[in-house]
């Protein structure tokens, strides 16, 4: 071998690493987005509509990224995490408002993740649905206390990489190419009465409140695990590089959830919707759409994909609450510390897990509930998202990193979207 190709094959090298050394929080957040609650959404989406709505995930990925890139920024630049930052400069009660309504909504979301995981369990092994679901909430809760979540993330995030199944049943079914790029850009748009409630739960489980909070806080984690890292407000001169890894990250980590959304709704779409099955009622219904490729197997796949991002979303989801919970009562917080660091923070965690459980007794259909948190989550994250952009734009707390034009006009548009999409839902479900 030349010198000229060591060369060329060791920058290549290089470039990779630097490449994987800019990806975090970002990526994390984005594999998290494809939780229990995602895939039963846009398995729905799928069946119920066909390829009709691919156009949702096209809107959504810009907007996606604009807001987890404001709420990555804000954590990044102040060295402070989302809901005490909003405790600064907007009324309390308001702020208290709002950490309530994400308590709420996640420990809802936890339950139907749990639940579904349970549910996944059961279409393998033919029984213990409960068990399971109790089991794989302790696990995780052992896992929350005692293990450091950057740790296991890495093992779990092999799981998700079952989701990928979901893309490679592309391969073996027929699909009208033409029909779906016409899909992705709107041309095939739905915007039909019935669909009015599934694309508030596809904006919702795609653009989640918790997503802000998780991402703001590992940044923030990111800041107090590095003792050469400063918040920006602090140390200007890490700017460029650290906006620079933001970007990258972000953009990855909302593109791979992207590519694994619409994969699922056309995988579903090409089986489900084409065969009749219009109405996923179970995980065995949603399972079926990757019978192309597996056979006989497809529950196991399934099975996986479900428990590996349920296993990785839970820290996610109860953390997130616990996260904006402490931060706006002034605990310590962090999943670092041990329970007996930071008892109020891990409290919440528990109680998240606690409540979340109740759900499984509850007589909720398991999908269903997952459907069902997603558009609660699409609703809430109205104000929530109109909170973090008046705080990304507010001088005192952002100084010369506040916002610039582009950005502040995507997240605005994001969280206008939002709005749209919600008043729409009410409108022709109470109308």
């Known amino acids: 071998m030349t010198a000229a190709k060591r060369r060329t094959n060791l920058i290549r090298r290089l470039s990779r690493i630097a490449v994987l050394n800019q990806l975090g929080p970002g990526l994390i957040t984005g594999a998290a987005d494809d939780d229990p609650s995602g895939i039963a959404t846009y398995s729905q989406g799928g069946a119920q509509s066909g390829l009709n709505l691919l156009w949702t995930m096209v809107l959504c990925f810009p907007l ?3 807001i987890q890139m404001v709420s990555a920024l804000i954590g990044r630049v102040s060295g402070h995490g989302l809901a005490r930052n909003m405790g600064e400069v907007m009324p309390k009660r308001l702020v208290t408002g709002l950490v309530a309504l994400l308590f709420i909504a996640n420990t809802i979301n936890l339950g139907a993740d749990l639940a579904g995981m349970g549910e996944a369990a059961r279409l393998v092994v033919g029984f213990g649905q409960h068990e399971f679901t109790i089991a794989f909430a302790i696990l995780s809760l052992m896992l929350q206390l005692f293990v450091t979540y950057r740790r296991y993330a890495r093992f ?6 079952s989701l990928f199944a979901y893309v490679a049943v592309l391969f073996f079914v027929h699909l009208d190419w033409s029909r779906i790029g016409l899909s992705l850009i709107g041309i095939h748009a739905e915007v039909s009465r019935g669909a009015a409630t599934t694309i508030v739960a596809l904006f919702g489980t795609t653009i989640s409140p918790y997503l802000f909070f998780w991402q703001s806080a590992q940044e923030v984690e990111e800041v107090d695990q590095r003792r050469w890292t400063k918040p920006l407000l602090e140390a200007p001169k890490q700017a460029r590089r650290a906006l620079h890894r933001i970007q990258v990250d ?13 994969s699922i709704m056309i995988s579903t779409a090409a089986t ?12 065995a219904d949603a399972a079926k759409a990757l019978a192309p490729l597996a056979g006989r197997f497809a529950s196991l796949l399934f099975a996986l994909g479900i428990v590996g991002t349920g296993l990785l979303a839970i820290p996610v989801l109860a953390g997130s609450a616990a996260y904006a919970v402490g931060e706006s009562r002034g605990w310590k917080i962090g999943l670092d510390n041990m329970p007996w660091q930071a008892k109020g923070f891990y409290a919440v965690i528990g109680a998240a897990m606690l409540l979340g459980l109740a759900i499984d007794y509850s007589g909720l259909d398991p999908i269903k509930a997952l459907y069902w948190s997603a558009v609660i989550n699409g609703v809430i994250a109205v104000p929530m998202m109109a909170a973090m952009m008046y705080v990304a734009g507010h ?3 952002m100084g010369a990193f506040r916002i610039g034009p582009l950005l502040g006009a995507l997240g605005w548009t994001s969280t ?4 749209a999409a919600t008043i729409a839902m009410l409108y022709v479900n109470l109308g």
């Not at 779990?156 to 990489?161: D, P």
């Not at 206008?416 to 709005?419: D, G, R």
């Open 395 to 397: 001088r005192g707390k």
């Open 156 to 161: 779990l995030t092999v799981l998700t990489l």
């Open 250 to 262: 972000t953009v990855v980590g909302m593109f791979f959830s992207n590519a694994i959304s619409i």
């Open 272 to 283: 489900l919707h084409q065969a009749g099955v219009t109405n996923i009622q179970t995980a």
């Open 416 to 419: 206008a979207v939002m709005a």
């Open 64 to 66: 996606m990224v604009a």
